[in-house]
């Protein structure tokens, strides 16, 4: 698994576009109204545009830059496109075929994770998305977007367990000794993707950590609940995960009256449950981006520890999921 697979103005398609001047690579039509996969695609798509802006972002970004070697003898002005693939989590055959005005319209997922791959920003981000003939996505606190800082800090630690969330608890990009370390938390949909809804609807969610330390953990995480609510109202993701936790988990329930906010771990220690290396006592410190919306969370143990030498023996575990 990788973790980058793990966003300036400008202006769209349909802002005073050029005629489209290559008449081999007509752009893509959009759907008609009513036949378009969720009411997203808006406009067509532009082959030429979008295969011109991934190649001057993909040329702009360094080797270094994403956390991966320069090597002696490259040539190539920037990134390699197998090299885009591999941090979007895409065949390098897809990618090059997209470069090359001849790919399929990518789906919304694919956007994202090029978008996180390319380090764009919101605005970049955006504007890829409306050349691909979709909707721009939302700019809410909840979105998948990462920071292009946040992303070159990971792309930086990748001999440390560390991993990107959101506000809900949603892990967006791990590096590979995270899911060494964790477990891939990247997979899950629907409500499943905020650690919170499977921690009080699952009990799978509690294996990593000891039974003593479960308590806090609840309260932790119902607190940083709660933060969401608040700032992103009940009409919000937040809100209807609220909803099913409170139909579904006493616990919760009980909890979420008690109105708690900002409960932290005692010098934000964290203990792991390894099923191979057995206890790490950690801390995990956290870096966010500035609306508080996005925590970088870096695993760490004190020198000379037992944890220490732990964490030195998960490279060998490599960046298989341990607790599948």
Same mark, same amino acid.
């Given at each position: 698994?990788?973790?980058?697979?793990?966003?300036?103005?400008?202006?769209?398609?349909?802002?005073? #576009?050029?005629?489209?001047?290559?008449?081999?690579?007509?752009?893509?039509?959009?759907?008609?109204?009513?036949?378009?996969?969720?009411?997203?695609?808006?406009?067509? !798509?532009?082959?030429?545009?979008?295969?011109? $802006?991934?190649?001057?972002?993909?040329?702009?970004?360094?080797?270094?830059?994403?956390?991966?070697? #320069?090597?002696?003898?490259?040539?190539?002005?920037?990134?390699?496109? %197998?090299?885009?693939?591999?941090?979007?989590? !895409?065949?390098?055959?897809?990618?090059?075929?997209?470069?090359?005005?001849?790919?399929?319209?990518?789906?919304? @997922? !694919?956007?994202?994770?090029?978008?996180?791959?390319?380090?764009?920003?919101?605005?970049? #981000?955006?504007?890829? $998305?409306?050349?691909?003939?979709?909707?721009?996505?939302?700019?809410?606190?909840?979105?998948?977007? *990462?920071?292009?800082? !946040?992303?070159?800090?990971?792309?930086?630690?990748?001999?440390?367990?560390?991993?990107?969330?959101?506000?809900?608890?949603?892990?967006?990009?791990?590096? @590979?000794?995270?899911?060494?370390?964790?477990?891939? %938390?990247?997979? $899950?949909?629907?409500?499943?993707?905020?650690?919170?809804?499977?921690?009080?609807?699952?009990?799978?969610?509690?294996?990593?950590?000891?039974?003593?330390?479960?308590?806090?953990?609840?309260?932790?995480?119902?607190?940083?609940?709660?933060?969401?609510?608040?700032?992103?109202?009940?009409?919000?993701?937040?809100?209807?995960?609220?909803?099913?936790?409170?139909?579904?988990?006493?616990?919760?329930?009980? +909890?979420?009256?008690?109105?708690?906010?900002? *409960?932290?771990?005692?010098?934000?220690?964290?203990?792991?449950?390894?099923?191979?290396?057995?206890?790490?006592?950690?801390?995990?410190?956290?870096?966010?981006?500035?609306?508080?919306?996005?925590?970088?969370?870096?695993?760490?143990?004190?020198?000379?520890?037992?944890?220490? %030498?732990?964490?030195?023996? +998960?490279?060998?575990?490599?960046?298989?999921?341990?607790?599948?």
């Amino acid at each position: 698994m990788n973790p980058g697979a793990r966003r300036d103005p400008v202006a769209g398609p349909e802002a005073g #576009r050029l005629p489209y001047a290559d008449p081999g690579n007509p752009p893509v039509p959009a759907a008609p109204p009513g036949m378009r996969g969720g009411g997203r695609t808006i406009t067509p !798509m532009d082959r030429a545009q979008l295969a011109d $802006f991934l190649r001057t972002r993909r040329e702009a970004l360094q080797p270094e830059d994403v956390g991966l070697p #320069r090597g002696a003898r490259r040539r190539t002005r920037g990134l390699r496109r %197998e090299e885009v693939a591999v941090l979007c989590g !895409m065949s390098a055959d897809y990618y090059a075929r997209i470069e090359q005005r001849r790919g399929p319209m990518p789906s919304e @997922p !694919m956007l994202a994770a090029l978008a996180r791959g390319l380090h764009l920003t919101l605005d970049e #981000r955006d504007h890829l $998305f409306r050349m691909a003939g979709h909707n721009t996505p939302s700019r809410r606190p909840d979105t998948d977007h *990462v920071p292009p800082g !946040m992303m070159r800090v990971l792309d930086r630690l990748q001999d440390t367990p560390a991993q990107i969330v959101n506000s809900l608890a949603e892990t967006l990009v791990q590096t @590979p000794l995270a899911v060494a370390l964790i477990g891939d %938390e990247t997979g $899950f949909t629907g409500m499943d993707r905020s650690l919170v809804h499977r921690w009080f609807t699952d009990p799978y969610a509690r294996r990593i950590y000891p039974e003593d330390d479960h308590p806090m953990h609840s309260r932790l995480l119902t607190s940083e609940l709660r933060t969401a609510y608040s700032r992103q109202g009940a009409d919000s993701r937040a809100g209807r995960i609220v909803d099913a936790l409170l139909d579904r988990s006493e616990e919760f329930a009980a +909890l979420w009256s008690a109105h708690e906010i900002g *409960v932290r771990r005692e010098g934000d220690r964290k203990r792991i449950r390894h099923p191979e290396l057995g206890i790490l006592d950690l801390r995990c410190q956290a870096l966010y981006d500035a609306d508080q919306t996005r925590g970088l969370l870096v695993f760490t143990a004190t020198p000379g520890t037992e944890s220490h %030498e732990k964490l030195g023996l +998960l490279a060998a575990v490599g960046d298989r999921d341990p607790h599948r």
